[in-house]
């Protein structure tokens, strides 16, 4: 009765014959009397009677013990708890089997604690997995940019040569629109990769939902409820407005296209939350502290577990080819940890899906931040300033030379940041602009315009690239004086940019 494990034995009826005090105290009996005579349909755990049984009489007729199995019981409470349970034949003086003698002991909290590392585990080796597909799709997409420049760029210069309504310019223009499809392809992929330049500024999230929801309404069809419940008193985020409507576009049209049959719903909820240290241990990815919650549930067709395992990979859909690329929900995912939030998913086969991300809140007295500077003006700009361009890629530098060109500007070129340097040294205060690659080998733009300003302390830079972000980010090096060009680009922004950048 002093042992800590649970013992209890039987006869070849399955009867109880006795048990210890721990065991009887199990059973919500007062004493071990009580339990004699008794079989496990009359005990609080009568609903796994029929799994006991079987397992007592597989010990009894084979003879061989069962030890240190692990089994679920229903407590006299109606809790679930686990079982570490071992089970050998009980014998008289003779060695005959008259029955079983069993122990057991509960093991519900370290199972709890294992499931929960086991969690963890997996959480991590999924964000290892993302982590490490999304420095792929960096890479790749920094790579693809180059060459999507250089199509970019000579198709508009040959369209310009070229007599419009002709085969020729037809066909330019077709190779044109395409190669600015895949650039938005690419923006997509460094968006998952958390590599392109945002522009954060401090958001109202309710503001900029309710102007999305009003553009989104008639996107969805008369059969499909749009719900939208904000927060009160809702806390500030900083994140980049482009950036939140992406994220809650792409999860409306996913909302939309789990609603393939009757009447449908999506409520998108916005509410102040704080995550406790509880939840942190159950995602590694987020610390405590103060969130806006942003929710987009359906009721839709759900998703399976092995769906949901897979649900940000780049290039993963369920859907027809013709109706999505992948990238919507990994696009989302990119976004959500460029911010330092976290996102939760739970989905249930034909009861919907509810997304639930978690944004960072701002502290109440943080002022809004300068944005990175960018060009939206639709005019073709031109000149006759000295520029500098560095580019390491042969034929981004060939284009951009012939556009500059056009535009009646003095070019300089140079492959690399030292040969870069030596031309400034050179020429001194005769150059307006340096236009700069970000990303190059030995020196990227940022250390270059660094070293450059020692020389002409007064000289304006353009910062050129399709992977920069984290590049231009850190150490604060961000700014309304900073002007960025993300590749590929048009001639039209190429012009603006330079003016722009003159200008500022």
């Known amino acids: 009765d002093t042992i800590p494990s649970r013992v209890f034995w039987k006869d070849l009826n399955l009867k109880y014959l006795g048990c210890n005090k721990p065991f009887y105290q199990d059973a919500g009996l007062s004493s071990e009397n009580e339990i004699i005579g008794k ?7 009568r609903n796994e009677a029929e799994r006991y049984r079987a397992d007592d009489l597989e010990v009894i007729r084979t003879g061989i013990p069962r030890i240190g199995y692990e089994e679920p019981q229903t407590t006299p409470k109606g809790d679930k708890i686990w079982l570490r349970t071992s089970k050998i034949p009980l014998k008289d003086e003779k060695g005959t089997i008259i029955g079983v003698l069993g122990t057991y002991e509960e093991i519900t909290q370290s199972k709890k604690a294992l499931e929960e590392k086991a969690k963890l585990q997996l959480q991590l080796l999924q964000a290892q997995k993302l982590e490490s597909v999304g420095r792929l799709a960096g890479g790749v997409a920094h790579d693809f940019n180059n060459k999507l420049q250089v199509i970019i760029g000579n198709t508009a210069l040959a369209i310009s040569d070229v007599e419009p309504g002709s085969s020729v310019y037809n066909c330019l223009e077709q190779i044109h629109s395409a190669a600015l499809q895949a650039a938005d392809l690419v923006k997509k992929l460094l ?18 939902v309710s102007t999305t929801i009003s553009m989104l309404r008639s996107t969805l069809p008369e059969s499909i409820d749009l719900l939208w419940t904000p927060g009160v008193n809702l806390w500030k985020v900083e994140m980049d407005p482009v950036q939140l409507d992406q994220v809650i576009t792409n999860l409306v049209i996913n909302a939309k296209d789990a609603i393939t049959s009757g009447k449908g719903r999506i409520t998108i909820k916005t509410q102040n939350v704080i995550l406790d240290d509880e939840y942190c241990k159950k995602h590694q990815d987020i610390v405590p502290g103060r969130y806006v919650e942003l929710s987009i549930i359906d009721n839709g067709c759900g998703m399976s577990r092995d769906v949901l395992d897979h649900l940000f990979e780049p290039f993963f859909t369920t859907k027809d080819p013709s109706r999505g690329t992948g990238l919507g929900l990994s696009t989302v995912y990119g ?3 460029q911010n330092k939030g976290s996102i939760s998913v739970y989905s249930e086969i034909g009861k ?13 007295k943080e002022e809004e931040i300068k944005p990175i500077k960018t060009f939206v003006k639709p005019k073709l700009e031109s000149g006759s300033e000295t520029i500098l361009v560095v580019e390491d890629n042969e ?42 690659d970000v990303v190059m080998p030995d020196m990227n733009g940022k250390e270059l315009y660094q070293e450059a300003k020692k020389i002409c302390p007064g000289l304006k830079v353009l910062f050129v690239s399709g992977y920069a972000a984290e590049i231009l980010e850190e150490d604060g090096f961000t700014g309304g004086h900073i002007s960025f060009l993300s590749k ?8 603006n940019a330079i003016r722009n950048a003159l200008e500022s």
């Open 352 to 364: 919907g899906t509810a997304i639930k991300i978690y944004l960072p809140a701002l502290e109440e």
């Open 335 to 337: 976004i959500v940890k």
């Open 395 to 436: 034929m981004v530098l060939t284009s951009v030379r012939t556009i500059l060109q056009r535009l009646g500007y003095k070019t300089i070129f140079a492959t690399n940041a030292k040969d870069a340097l030596e031309i400034i040294q050179k020429y001194n205060q005769k150059i307006d602009l340096l236009m700069t």
């Open 39 to 45: 079989d496990d349909y009359m005990m609080g755990w």
């Open 488 to 495: 590929p680009f048009s001639d039209e922004t190429l012009a």
């Open 191 to 208: 968006g998952f990769a958390r590599k392109q330049v945002i522009k954060p500024v401090v958001l109202d999230i309710n503001t900029t």
